[in-house]
């Protein structure tokens, strides 16, 4: 991976986010154990000072590290594990790791606040009677607890897809708005043909290795998973987002590259390379959160319905991406995409016929 590529950049960012939320809970907590011993005579509380940079030092510390291990290592790795089983396996590992963490903390707390040497043996003592001590205890509860909060947010928000549980919690959509945004239809080919070779179960597991694999292409081109209907998934972007590098057209390349890097598992398996095609159209939708007992948040407007016709007769013209002329007006494509006047698509309602033009890449 590049140090400069945007997958890093995007991982890296999240840690950072990480590493700062533990640092705010840590002064948060900091300065309520504080105001609760303010009359005691409690170690921890005769240098306030001193206490708060090694905690803050110590919150970040272990930030850097969950937060590294989290998208670094673990994110991939359980993916594709039940959410329960990847909790469990986290939680294990991390609470394990915080006990270390907070023993450490405690060293080096008391070679500064002590002025002992770390070969002095008078520190590990010391250390070991704050480790175990009632007030020690409860850091470990209330940090554990944090972790696995933690944890859970970053498996539910997993599950739930990029950026959607942070607009739940926000209420970003709780009453409906108007946003532009751009939205790519994106479909298996002979997916009929393909269900009827390998039957019902085996096909399941092909798309969900294919919604698998192209995962990180929309991500890291700021796409959002919209939704799966059967073989179909809808990507859609923020306006400034989807033009933004073309990222939008990038996405739909990205995951060709993906697959086509795949192919030898796919031909091992199932002894074909899924094949697809797309179609983007941008405008503007309504947003909002509808249902009681499940909640959603939904896209309506012309835009969608457009986006999918226009998919849908990408075979028509043997063309894998096929966009609007609206859209196209937008980006900047130079050096990058070439586009082909394809036709102009008369809907239903319309007064007058989109524009479409057919996209491939410069090599």
Same mark, same amino acid.
């Given at each position: 991976?590049?140090?400069?590529?945007?997958?890093? *950049?995007?991982?890296?960012?999240?840690?950072?986010?990480?590493?700062?939320?533990?640092?705010?809970?840590?002064?948060?907590?900091?300065?309520?154990?504080?105001?609760?011993?303010?009359?005691?005579?409690?170690?921890?509380?005769?240098?306030?000072?001193? $206490?708060?940079?090694?905690?803050?030092?110590?919150?970040?510390?272990?930030?850097?590290?969950?937060?590294?291990?989290?998208?670094?290592?673990?994110?991939?790795?359980?993916? *594709?594990?039940?959410?329960?089983?990847?909790?469990?396996?986290?939680?294990? =590992?991390?609470?394990?790791?915080?006990?270390?963490?907070?023993?450490?903390?405690?060293?080096?707390?008391?070679?500064?606040?002590?002025?002992?040497?770390? =070969?002095?043996?008078?520190?590990?003592?010391?250390?070991?009677?704050?480790?175990?001590?009632?007030?020690?205890?409860?850091?470990?509860?209330?940090?554990?607890?944090?972790?696995?909060?933690?944890?859970?947010?970053?498996?539910?928000?997993?599950?739930?897809?990029?950026?959607?549980?942070?607009?739940?919690?926000?209420?970003?959509?709780?009453?409906?708005?108007?946003?532009?945004?751009?939205?790519?239809?994106?479909?298996?080919?002979?997916?009929?043909?393909?269900?009827?070779?390998?039957?019902?179960?085996?096909?399941?597991?092909?798309?969900?290795?294919?919604?698998?694999?192209?995962?990180? $292409?929309?991500?890291?081109?700021?796409?959002?998973?919209?939704?799966?209907?059967?073989?179909?998934?809808?990507?859609?972007?923020?306006?400034?987002?989807?033009?933004?590098?073309?990222? +939008?057209?990038? +996405?739909?390349?990205?995951?060709?590259?993906?697959?086509?890097?795949? $192919?030898?598992?796919?031909? *091992?398996?199932?002894?074909?390379?899924?094949?697809?095609?797309?179609?983007?159209?941008?405008?503007?939708?309504?947003?909002?959160?509808?249902?009681?007992?499940?909640?959603?948040?939904?896209?309506?407007?012309?835009?969608?319905?457009?986006?999918?016709?226009?998919?849908?007769? +990408?075979?028509?013209?043997?063309?894998?991406?096929?966009? $609007?002329?609206?859209?196209?007006?937008?980006?900047?494509?130079?050096?990058?995409?070439?586009?082909?006047?394809?036709?102009?698509?008369?809907?239903?309602?319309?007064?007058?016929?989109?524009?479409?033009?057919?996209?491939?890449?410069?090599?």
């Amino acid at each position: 991976m590049k140090i400069d590529s945007a997958v890093f *950049k995007l991982k890296f960012t999240k840690v950072l986010y990480i590493a700062a939320f533990w640092i705010f809970v840590s002064l948060y907590l900091r300065f309520i154990t504080y105001l609760l011993f303010l009359r005691t005579s409690d170690p921890l509380n005769r240098d306030f000072t001193l $206490s708060l940079i090694t905690n803050t030092l110590a919150a970040l510390f272990a930030g850097l590290i969950f937060g590294t291990f989290e998208m670094f290592y673990f994110k991939d790795r359980f993916r *594709k594990k039940t959410f329960i089983y990847a909790m469990l396996m986290k939680s294990a =590992f991390y609470l394990s790791g915080t006990v270390v963490v907070v023993f450490l903390f405690f060293i080096f707390y008391n070679i500064f606040h002590n002025n002992l040497s770390i =070969f002095d043996a008078n520190l590990y003592q010391l250390t070991l009677s704050l480790t175990f001590k009632p007030g020690s205890l409860i850091i470990f509860a209330v940090w554990g607890a944090i972790l696995l909060l933690t944890i859970f947010f970053i498996q539910v928000s997993d599950r739930f897809g990029q950026g959607i549980l942070h607009n739940f919690l926000l209420g970003r959509y709780h009453n409906p708005k108007e946003e532009k945004r751009i939205f790519m239809f994106l479909d298996l080919k002979s997916s009929t043909t393909i269900a009827e070779k390998f039957g019902h179960k085996m096909y399941f597991n092909l798309l969900n290795d294919f919604f698998y694999d192209i995962t990180d $292409s929309i991500v890291y081109n700021k796409g959002e998973v919209y939704q799966y209907v059967g073989d179909e998934v809808t990507i859609s972007w923020k306006l400034d987002k989807g033009i933004e590098d073309a990222n +939008c057209l990038k +996405c739909f390349f990205d995951i060709i590259d993906v697959i086509d890097k795949n $192919s030898d598992y796919y031909l *091992k398996n199932y002894e074909l390379v899924p094949e697809f095609k797309a179609g983007i159209h941008s405008g503007t939708i309504t947003a909002g959160e509808v249902g009681i007992f499940k909640k959603e948040i939904v896209y309506s407007g012309d835009v969608l319905n457009t986006a999918s016709r226009i998919q849908e007769i +990408c075979n028509e013209y043997e063309k894998k991406l096929l966009i $609007s002329e609206k859209l196209l007006k937008l980006l900047d494509i130079k050096n990058k995409y070439e586009a082909e006047v394809i036709d102009e698509l008369k809907l239903k309602g319309k007064k007058k016929p989109i524009k479409l033009f057919g996209i491939t890449r410069i090599n």
